[in-house]
């Protein structure tokens, strides 16, 4: 039976996933994802970008710590943590930005 940290991150240890996965895939992935919101750009569009960067963190994981390069179970879990946080990134942009642009029509400016 797998343990519980195999279904997210394949080394030994939790830090290679935090580190890469979750810092500086998540870091890229909310600053793409308030970049689209900022150029009016629809929200799916950063899916496509989001699964790029599922393979730049795939390639970390096997440069740096040794992980495996083409596992699609991996590629996937890196890639929908990262869409994640970029559709957060999204979302609280553009809603800052509805704020701004629609708060006068509202009457809340």
């Given amino acids: ?6 279904f997210l991150y394949e080394q030994d240890f939790l830090g290679a996933f935090l580190l890469v996965t979750i810092s500086l895939g998540g870091g890229a992935a909310w600053i793409a994802g308030q970049t689209i919101a900022q150029t009016w750009r629809p929200w799916w569009q950063l899916v496509f970008y989001m699964l790029i960067l599922g393979g730049a963190e795939r390639f970390i994981h096997f440069a740096l710590f040794g992980g495996t390069l083409l596992s699609e179970y991996y590629y996937a ?12 990134g999204f979302r609280t942009t553009r809603v800052r930005q509805m704020a701004r642009q629609y708060g006068a029509v ?3 400016e």
């Fill in 1 to 6: 039976m797998p343990q519980p940290q195999e």
């Fill in 77 to 88: 879990a890196d890639s929908l943590i990262a869409i994640a946080f970029a559709l957060l």
């Fill in 106 to 108: 509202l009457g809340r």
